[in-house]
């Protein structure tokens, strides 16, 4: 008996030292120690094994101690696992290894193995009683490769961290699409992720692992064998969190943000959608199969687009037969005479009611009214399928509202006035500090003298005072255009500190308002200039007007305050109002008396139809894309009211006898 296992014991050792020869990692089976002892002694034959004064043969107390360690190590090889049990014996222990190889493989892998043990086992020893019985016993010695001799580590520790890194790298190719990564990857190709180049590498690693676990005859097996060596980041790293938004269910635009909140500086701000080339392809292949291809391609609607069941009301205006005629009727429509507190309260409602009891109708222009400058738009082919939730080719847009609104308001929320007679106001996007300047020979106003000229700086950022990253402003004013002083006052922008490396939020914009006229320029560039001339206002002839424009700002919008009634051509609800009632209600005045200047969106996404509402974000960059430029003269124009704002307008109406009425319209 002794020969038998001396023979079986000394192949196993052999086995041990052939599995560690190249410092192979080593597994622990996830069969229990005293499950594999068991099952060793119930494979050998009862015969084999009789009982030897109190105990059975083989049940010894040191190859029980082997069992439990070693018996249960494994290791990989050509994507094979490999046990100590794995070799050939004659003797009946031949169909121990085979019992024993199968259940420790069976049981798969359940950690790393790390010891601080140095041998396994035990030499040959003396029986207690009979000194000349030798008992021969499992023996290895444990290399020192797989021994913790370090007091600041357990193996415990270091088995631990290879299982987190098993458990980060199966859950990283078993929870995430390949579909989730490239789509990522495509956005960073088409720098849409602010430094999103740096994480690249990270996850062409990460599809690289999918590729493979999918490819794998084991997949477990490639797992754990990656999971040794090197630290798996992946989900855990901060592009590992903006895949597993996406993968939860996220809404891209919402994941990217996200994640650029917690890489990009406070100051960075992000000025479209995400679009991917798989959702741009998705939305053609809808607008395809939904035969809306050609409902993109838009145009100015003229006047004569208009079908005349829509429309509410069209002048009537004794055209001018001569020079004379025209002057005599420049005399009724100035405003000079008007006392607008005599004019009749209405509801906007109650005077579209009344309508048709007027020939004429005239818009009184407020200041601010420019802001309801609009254009109507239509398809460019005529049998091109409804885009929109109502069931015709027309849509609008507001032309002036963006940026002069934008400021107005920026100003007024952090506590600058807006109802001066005469208002500057630097607007820009990061968190440098620009600052605004007036002067006039030695008069100056900036932030260490707020006070001069009759004007106030009364709100200066990102200094001394308040403080915004994306939207600050400033604003200089004068309450009443009599403070302002003769002569020429340059307006100067200062870069006093700071840095911005992002091109999408270079520059700034200069908005100037004099007596409710307001006119908005930008700076395009990045701006590093110290105390820059920008524009000069000038008091000329009992005016003051905007003098001296830096020619490397752009002129983006301009609203004007006339001082003549403005003549109505015709009155009409908003297209979504024709036919059905979907959305917000607008009333159009349409009118001749401003020029479209800027190249106009043909559609917003509000106006789709729902069944493009999953295509959202590539309606948008085709909206920005695919603005109307060609025949601007010709367009149909004018001022719109949401019925949802709290607006005013002042209108005069012309009877057929010619009775005239001042009406001051409440749109809501």
Not at 311 to 340: C, G, H, M, P, R
Not at 598 to 606: H, L
Request: charged share 25%.
């Amino acid at each position: 008996m002794t020969d038998v296992f001396s023979t079986f014991a000394d192949k196993i050792a052999k086995q041990f030292k052939q599995m560690t020869k190249n410092n192979q990692p080593l597994f622990v089976s996830g069969i229990e120690k005293d499950e594999l002892w068991n099952l060793y002694l119930e494979s050998i034959p009862a015969e084999e094994n009789p009982i030897f004064r109190t105990n059975h043969y083989y049940d010894a107390n040191y190859d029980k101690n082997f069992i439990r360690h070693i018996g249960r190590l494994m290791t990989i090889e050509n994507n094979q696992l490999v046990s100590v049990w794995d070799v050939e014996d004659d003797s009946f222990f031949g169909d121990v290894t085979k019992v024993l190889s199968k259940a420790v493989k069976n049981a798969g892998i359940a950690r790393f193995y790390a010891t601080k043990e140095r041998t396994a086992g035990h030499k040959p020893s003396l029986d207690n009683h009979d000194k000349d019985l030798v008992w021969t016993h499992f023996y290895t010695k444990i290399p020192e490769f797989y021994r913790v001799t370090s007091s600041f580590q357990s193996p415990e520790e270091i088995s631990g961290k290879v299982n987190t890194n098993a458990s980060v790298l199966k859950r990283s190719v078993t929870e995430v699409s390949k579909e989730t990564i490239k789509t990522v990857l495509e956005l960073i190709n088409d720098n849409s992720i602010y430094r999103g180049f740096e994480h690249k590498a990270t996850l062409e690693n990460w599809l690289n692992h999918i590729s493979n676990y999918e490819k794998a005859e084991n997949p477990d097996l490639y797992i754990w064998t990656k999971a040794v060596g090197s630290t798996i980041n992946l989900r855990n790293t901060v592009i590992g969190s903006l895949i597993i938004d996406l993968e939860d269910g996220t809404d891209l635009d919402t994941a990217v943000r996200s994640f650029e909140a917690k890489v990009a500086p406070s100051n960075y701000k992000r000025t479209q959608s995400i679009v991917t080339t798989k959702m741009i392809k998705d939305a053609q292949e809808k607008l395809t199969e939904l035969g809306l291809l050609d409902s993109i391609e838009r145009r100015f609607a003229v006047e004569t687009d208009i079908p005349r069941e829509h429309v509410l009301f069209s002048s009537q205006e004794v055209k001018a037969l001569n020079v004379f005629d025209d002057l005599i009727s420049d005399a009724k429509k100035s405003t000079k005479k008007v006392d607008v507190s005599k004019a009749k309260n209405i509801l906007l409602s109650d005077f579209l009611a009344k309508i048709n009891d007027y020939q004429q109708i005239e818009l009184l222009p407020l200041a601010g009214i420019a802001s309801q400058q609009m254009v109507l738009t239509t398809a460019t082919k005529d049998d091109a399928k409804d885009l929109f939730k109502w069931h015709n080719p027309f849509a609008w847009a507001y032309i002036n509202s963006d940026t002069t609104d934008a400021i107005k308001a920026r100003v007024k929320e952090m506590g600058g006035n807006v109802e001066a007679d005469i208002r500057v106001s630097l607007s820009w996007h990061t968190g440098e500090d620009l600052d605004l300047h007036a002067k006039k020979s030695s008069s100056h106003i900036y932030y260490s003298n707020k006070r001069s000229m009759g004007g106030y700086l009364d709100l200066d950022m990102n200094g001394i005072d308040k403080r915004d990253n994306d939207n600050p402003v400033e604003n200089l004013i004068w309450l009443n255009q009599n403070d302002f002083p003769k002569g020429n006052v340059i307006i100067k922008v200062d870069h006093y500190y700071g840095h911005n490396n992002d091109p999408m939020r270079y520059g700034f914009d200069i908005q100037v308002e004099i007596l409710g006229e307001i006119t908005t320029y930008r700076y395009e560039s990045k701006f590093t200039k110290r105390h820059h001339p920008v524009l000069s206002l000038t008091y000329k002839n009992g005016k003051i007007v905007i003098d001296n424009v830096n020619p490397e700002l752009k002129l983006i919008n301009k609203s004007s305050v006339d001082t003549k009634f403005i003549t109505v051509d015709h009155i009409m609800l908003s297209p979504n109002y024709w036919n059905t009632e979907v959305g917000n209600k607008h009333v159009f005045f349409t009118t001749k008396d401003f020029e479209v200047e800027k190249d106009v969106r043909g559609f917003f996404n509000e106006y789709l139809d729902n069944d493009l509402n999953e295509h959202r974000k590539v309606f948008e960059i085709l909206g920005n894309r695919t603005k109307i430029s060609d025949n601007k003269e010709n367009a149909l124009r004018g001022y719109g009211f949401s019925t949802t704002m709290d607006n005013q307008l002042i209108v005069r109406t012309t009877t057929a006898s010619g009775r005239q009425d001042l009406f001051e319209i409440s749109v809501k």
